[in-house]
């Protein structure tokens, strides 16, 4: 049984991505996947292999979500991004089989730049609607 406190975090957190707009949708999928990383690498780091892959292949699952929605028909960066996601996909599921941390640690490299980049083009794009 769910206890209260954890059906009310849920409730608002099912309700904060229902009303986000897709910028801060984005936002949230970046900010989820760079958690799941630094986790994944600690489970790794701890010898928790469970919990390291739990986290890992979330991390994947975001990422293909990542890859599946970009539009390359209406930016052209999308293809190098979709080239950049396919690339992490793989080096997720090989710092996984491998059990390898620091292959997370450079996939956490790689990706955290590119959320920062997103954050503020979003808020560019809000302060010019705003």
């Known amino acids: 049984m769910t206890n209260p406190s954890q059906a009310m975090r849920q409730r608002y957190l099912a309700d904060s ?11 949230m999928l ?33 990422v293909t979500e990542l890859h599946v929605t970009l ?9 190098d991004l979709a080239s950049l996601y396919a690339f992490v996909e793989t080096e997720l599921v090989n710092a996984n089989v491998q059990g390898d941390a ?3 640690a ?7 730049p590119l959320r920062d980049t997103w954050r503020e083009a979003a808020l560019a794009v809000a302060a010019a609607e705003g």
């Open 17 to 27: 991505v229902a009303t986000a707009s897709p910028a801060k949708l984005l936002l």
């Open 30 to 62: 970046f900010d989820r996947l760079i958690m799941d990383l630094s986790r994944g690498e600690q489970a790794l780091l701890a010898d928790d292999r469970p919990e390291a892959n739990l986290q890992l292949k979330h991390a994947g699952d975001i």
């Open 71 to 79: 539009k390359p028909d209406v930016w052209e960066g999308a293809k």
């Open 102 to 104: 620091a292959k997370v």
């Open 106 to 112: 450079a996939i956490r490299g790689l990706m955290e």
